[in-house]
T-cell receptor, first 111, second 112 residues
Framework: GENVEQHPSTLSVQEGDSAVIKCTYS??????FPWYKQELGKRPQLIID?????GEKKDQRIAVTLNKTAKHFSLHITETQPEDSAVYFC??????????FGQGTELSVKP | DVKVTQSSRYLVKRTGEKVFLECVQD?????MFWYRQDPGLGLRLIYF???????EKGDIPEGYSVSREKKERFSLILESASTNQTSMYLC???????????FGPGTRLTVL
């Protein structure tokens, strides 16, 4: 069935370092890959997304890369700040337009 | 700004009770979704809807049903609540199938 695996489940970095979160997906027909950030006690919010016709997308300190052949995509956060601390979810589009979410990564940025 | 609201932030029910969770969006979105969020399991799709009176099963529909009588409102129903349905429930809406999903604040349901 449709599945998205996300790693690592927890990630701790020093302020200013980079953070990388990786996801793999099972459905080769997936063509939309969003990333959501959920701060403690708040709702998930979209931070960046990528579609299958591009390999990389960047928005300030955040970038996402996609390798369709290997069926994996990654989130890169550079120059991390304490406010980047949150749970991050990757997702891949599934049959019928639904999203399949990964298990989440809890990122902690230590000042 | 898209606004997605849910009827309750916290809810405590007893085993066997019928539970209604309501979600309303104000942006005329076609698609609405119900997820449950549990630690280490991410967001799991329960049901979704692409149009009024239309519903599709997600990955974990057992024990749940839904209703969408109006475009802006999507209800999740637990016919007979059980303790394993204790969870955070999140509603979301999107303009179309492959667009940003906007989430509600969530309802933390405890079934005793």
């Amino acid at each position: 069935g449709e599945n998205v695996e996300q790693h690592p489940s927890t990630l701790s970095v020093q302020e200013g370092d980079s953070a990388v979160i990786k996801c793999t997906y099972s459905d080769s027909a997936s063509n939309y890959f969003p990333w959501y950030k959920q701060e403690l006690g708040k709702r998930p919010q979209l931070i960046i997304d990528i579609r299958s016709n591009v390999g990389e997308k960047k928005d300030q300190r955040i970038a996402v890369t996609l390798n369709k052949t290997a069926k994996h995509f990654s989130l890169h956060i550079t120059e991390t700040q304490p406010e980047d601390s949150a749970v991050y979810f990757c997702a891949a589009s599934g049959q019928g337009g639904k999203l399949i979410f990964g298990q989440g990564t809890e990122l902690s940025v230590k000042p | 700004d898209v606004k997605v609201t849910q009827s309750s932030r916290y809810l405590v029910k007893r085993t066997g009770e019928k539970v209604f969770l309501e979600c309303v969006q104000d942006m005329d979105h076609e698609n609405m979704f119900w997820y449950r969020q549990d630690p280490g399991l991410g967001l799991r799709l329960i049901y979704f809807s692409y149009d009024v009176k239309m519903k599709e099963k997600g990955d974990i529909p057992e024990g749940y049903s839904v209703s969408r009588e109006k475009k802006e409102r999507f209800s999740l129903i637990l016919e007979s609540a059980s303790t394993n349905q204790t969870s955070m429930y999140l509603c979301a809406s999107s303009l179309s199938g492959f667009d940003e999903q906007f989430f509600g604040p969530g309802t933390r349901l405890t079934v005793l």
